[in-house]
């Protein structure tokens, strides 16, 4: 059974204090793994697309990699508009369906 | 910029009650999904579609149907409203099936009484 964790559940940071959201999965081979920004009663917003160990992709404050057995979420000086929830997801090979994990909850204080 | 919408950001309805959620995406989009989200749950998918007329059940379809008559519309019903339906019900679309990932909607919010 396919299987996504993030951790930490809740995270507090300083405007400015780096640091990095974990996703650890069990699949079976990666199609794709997703990473997704969600707002309070908001849905999902979609950040990064990867496809395999070693990619990286960026997008302002916020840089993913790959590994075969996690993905990281890198935030560089966050600012407090970067609060939100963080999912991650992934599609296993031979199959349609993505799991998602349950999220880290970001905040990012002035 | 695809969008996905859901009808309705709020509802509130009697235990027992037909509910119909709807959701229009204006991409041409093939694949169509529903997904209820609760806290410590997170998103788990209740049906999803990859053409008109079609459907699969996802982890967790016990109590609701699908309807899928035109390829921008993606209707999910709860036939009899329970109290443990109430949640945060989410729509999205995707081109191809784990390609550019999904387009959600801004999500219904839905509590049974």
């Known amino acids: 059974e396919d299987q996504v964790t993030q951790s930490p559940e809740a995270l507090r940071l300083q405007e400015g204090e780096s640091s990095s959201l974990n996703c650890s999965y069990t699949?079976?081979?990666?199609?794709?793994l997703f990473w997704y920004r969600q707002d309070p009663g908001k849905g999902p917003e979609f950040l990064f697309t990867?496809?395999?160990a070693g990619e990286e992709k960026e997008k302002e404050r916020l840089k993913a990699t790959l590994t075969k057995k996690e993905s990281f979420l890198h935030i560089t000086a966050p600012k407090p508009e970067d609060s939100a929830t963080y999912l991650c997801?992934?599609?296993?090979?031979?199959?349609?369906?993505?799991?998602f994990g349950i999220g880290t909850k970001l905040q990012v204080i002035p | 910029d695809v969008k996905v919408t859901q009808s309705s950001r709020y509802l509130v309805k009697r235990t027992g009650e037909k509910v119909f959620l709807e959701c229009v995406q204006d991409?041409?989009?093939?694949?169509m999904f529903w997904y209820r989200q609760d806290p410590g749950l997170g998103l788990r998918l209740i049906y999803f579609?990859?053409?008109?007329?079609?459907?699969e059940k996802g982890d967790i379809p016990e109590g609701y149907s699908v309807s899928r008559e035109k390829k921008e519309r993606f209707s999910l019903i709860l036939e009899s409203a329970s109290t443990n339906q109430t949640s945060m019900y989410l729509c999205?679309?995707?081109?191809?099936?784990?390609?550019?990932?999904?387009?959600f909607g801004s999500g219904t919010r839905l509590t049974v009484v």
């Open positions: 579609s990859y053409d008109v007329k079609m459907k």
């Open positions: 991409m041409d989009h093939e694949n």
């Open positions: 699949v079976s081979g990666l199609r794709g």
């Open positions: 990867l496809y395999s």
């Open positions: 999205a679309s995707s081109l191809t099936v784990g390609s550019y990932g999904y387009t």
């Open positions: 997801a992934v599609l296993p090979g031979g199959y349609q369906k993505v799991t």
